[in-house]
Structure formats: structure tokens, C-alpha cells
């Protein structure tokens, strides 16, 4: 069974510009969460989704958004991106909501 | 709000010693507690879990049990090979009815040398 795929997987953009990130989620499964990875601040929980309603949002100003389709893929779109957004941005993905969450190998963003 | 305590890296040892990662957290509830390890240039990958008060997850070697009453969760493996080289994450999943969340620690670097 294939695993969680992310695109694109490297990213380079310009402070001001808005940029959508796509996961696909393990076949059959549901539930969908995203995590921004930066050295300082670690892995912090961005949003889950399940049944294309979003059912958690993390500590991120409204400029993250996020949202999912009737085939569990999700994207997730940052406007007006700031140098501070650059990190790795990470899917999960898990069958329903409170099972073990898989992951994808990543969407690298450079914002300069 | 959910935390995780991890032992600051880098943690280098030669191959075939013995290793332990300390993790302890705070929680609300009853979580799940899973490690996760991370290679360069990669994802995360699940390495184990454990569900319930005294489970013993294990994987590869690796192994951590869930201690409820000291809140800790830490991994174990008896001989690291070279290729175990990574960053290592502990993190509790909390279900809550906000919705449903890994809180991750700030990872342990592993490097093993020859």
C-alpha cells in the first residue's frame, strides 16, 4: 500500500506571495493532520481534518489555512507568506481520527 | 496545555552500546505514546506506541514502556548500529473533543559512531 505523498516536495517563494501544499493520504484513510517543522520551534500542530470538516486548528494566525475533499486529499494554503513560514511542512495521515497517524516524507518551503 | 520533556541532544555513543532516550510528559486525559524517528532529509517514521499503562511498544530492537505513574515513556535499545543514526521525537496523542493532536518533544539527535 503506498504511503502518504506530499507535493510538490521543495518549494521557493517570495515574501507576499500565497502558496498551496497538496497530501495525499494513505488509501482508505480518513483523517488527515498537518505539522510545521522549523528548528526553533520544533513540530507544532498545524490542523486536523476528517470528513472534510476541519476538526482542530493549532496556534497559527489565520493566513494558514486548510481543507479537505471528499477523497480525504487535503491542502493546506499559507497567504501573504512572511520569511518566518519557511520550514518543513509535514502530513499525516490515519484511518479515523484516534488511530496512529503516518506520515509523508514532507514539503520543504523556502520563502526568501 | 500538553507538553513533552526530552533528554537534549546530540546523544553519541559507538556502535553496539546501549542506549536510552528520557522522555516524560504532561498530558491531559489518557494518551496514547508513540516515538517517532526522523532521518535526514525525510518524514517521520513510526518507530513504536504504546496504548495503555504498562505497555511495552517495540520495534527494530527499540523498545519503551508506558509508565503511567512517573508520566514517562522511554526508549530503550540494547545495541545501536551506525544506521540508527537520527533525530528521535516522543510524542503523547490526545484525544480531546476539540479534536485530536500529537504534541511532540524537541527530538534527541542520535549519532553512532564505528
Known amino acids: 500500500k503506498a504511503g502518504v505523498t506530499q507535493t510538490p516536495r521543495y518549494l521557493i517563494k517570495t515574501r507576499g506571495q500565497q502558496v498551496t501544499l497538496s497530501c495525499s493520504p494513505i488509501?482508505?484513510?480518513?483523517?488527515v493532520s498537518w505539522y510545521q517543522q522549523t528548528p526553533g520551534q520544533g513540530l507544532q500542530f498545524l490542523f486536523e481534518?476528517?470528513?472534510?470538516?476541519?476538526?482542530n486548528k493549532g496556534n497559527f494566525p489565520g493566513r494558514f489555512s486548510g481543507r479537505q475533499f471528499s477523497n480525504s486529499r487535503s491542502e493546506m494554503n499559507v497567504s501573504t507568506l512572511e520569511l518566518g513560514d519557511s520550514a518543513l511542512y509535514l502530513c499525516?495521515?490515519?484511518?479515523?481520527?484516534?488511530?496512529?497517524?503516518?506520515f509523508g516524507p514532507g514539503t520543504r518551503l523556502t520563502v526568501l | 496545555g500538553d507538553s513533552v520533556t526530552q533528554m537534549e541532544g546530540p546523544v553519541t555513543l559507538s556502535e553496539e552500546a546501549f542506549l536510552t532516550i528520557n522522555c516524560t510528559y504532561t498530558?491531559?486525559?489518557?494518551?496514547?505514546l508513540f516515538w517517532y524517528v526522523q532521518y535526514p532529509g525525510e518524514g517521520l517514521q513510526l518507530l513504536l506506541k504504546?496504548?495503555?499503562?504498562?505497555d511495552k511498544g517495540s520495534n527494530k530492537g527499540f523498545e519503551a514502556t508506558y509508565r503511567k505513574e512517573t508520566t514517562s515513556f522511554h526508549l530503550e535499545k540494547g545495541s545501536v548500529q551506525v544506521s540508527d543514526s537520527a533525530v528521535y521525537f516522543c510524542?503523547?496523542?490526545?484525544?480531546?473533543?476539540?479534536?485530536?493532536?500529537?504534541?511532540f518533544g524537541t527530538g534527541t539527535q542520535l549519532k553512532v559512531e564505528l
Open positions: 499525516a495521515s490515519s484511518l479515523y481520527r484516534a488511530d496512529t497517524q503516518y
Open positions: 488509501s482508505g484513510h480518513r483523517s
Open positions: 481534518y476528517f470528513s472534510e470538516t476541519q476538526r
Open positions: 498530558a491531559t486525559g489518557y494518551p496514547s
Open positions: 504504546a496504548t495503555k499503562a504498562d
Open positions: 510524542a503523547p496523542f490526545v484525544l480531546t473533543g476539540g479534536g485530536n493532536k500529537l504534541t
